[in-house]
């Protein structure tokens, strides 16, 4: 059986953390990276082969990611769990924080289910270099046509110029920003999320494909975004704790080193890289991850078809 050493796991923690946010598929490098560098990499870090442990520590390291962005938004997540228990308690949706809350529930519906059927066929099947350069591929023409085509048709839809959603007194920018996500509606929410399971193709990215359905639904870049990582927390969180048995099975028990300390630096690159993004979708879009998905993804295709 292959194992998982200190280098590997620390070095595809950090590649773990990163990806996962950034909108070029942490799936999709997982897959590619070991397999492009060769060698013990590619035996060790094999999600398809049976009995590896690589999949059990990316469970781990997906934890990690979303403890990540729970501590990097408790403020909402305590405002807007808040609301919910309110909503539940007085039966009714009232306030923006309320409607959010119900919101990010509809939106995780659609994910939660499709990845509970289809999870393990699609990585078993896909969870290979070839589909996943592919896919990087597709993401990026994906993500740089949608820039393109949807952001300027997103201009000035749920903006905060008009009366309702100006800010008021002592607000901060998220609870500002949350009541321009509270405007959405159901469907809506529920096609934003339910984007999210394009994700499960390795390669295509969860927040890209996410902020692109948010886009199309006229957000704004910083709104889209900001809906995409509130809406990935639960899900990461849970598909992390869903498959969590695996790290108890004894055939892992090797490998709970490595993979602990490969799963901080997953946390703590996944706090810096929303805290980073957060910022950086303010002002800038998709575009440079598009050029990067379309260019990573063509010469690994090239790569693997070449030395299959």
Sequence with gaps: MSGLNYLEACSIGLLQGVTELFPISSLGHSILVPAL????????????????????????AHVATALALVAFFWRDWVRIIGALFSSIRDRRVETPDQQLAWLLIVGTIPVGLIGLAADKALRTHLGKPQPAAAFLLLNGFVIFAANYLLKSAGKGRHAADDDALAPHRGESPEVVA????????????????????????????????????????????????????????????????????????????????????????????????????????????????????????????????VHK
Excluded at 181 to 189: F, I, P, Q, V
Excluded at 198 to 205: D, K, R, V, W
């Design 178 to 305: 949350d009541r321009r996500l509270a405007r959405l509606g159901w469907k809506s929410a529920a096609g934003i999320g339910g984007a999210q399971a394009f994700a499960l193709l390795p390669g295509i990215s969860r927040s890209g494909i996410t902020i692109v359905a948010g886009l199309a639904r006229g957000l704004k870049t910083e709104d889209a975004a900001r809906f995409a990582f509130l809406l990935a927390t639960p899900v990461i969180l849970a598909a992390g704790l869903f498959k969590a048995p695996e790290l108890a099975k004894p055939e892992n028990h090797s490998i709970l080193g490595p993979a602990v300390v490969g799963s901080l630096l997953a946390g703590v690159a996944a706090y810096l890289s929303v805290k980073f993004l957060t910022k950086y979708f303010e002002n800038r879009d998709l575009k440079p991850f598009g050029i990067y998905c379309i260019v990573a993804g063509l010469f690994c295709l090239i790569w693997f078809t």
């Design 37 to 60: 560098i060769g060698g013990s990499w590619k035996t060790d870090l094999d999600m398809t082969a049976k009995d590896s442990p690589y999949l059990a520590f990316l469970v781990l």
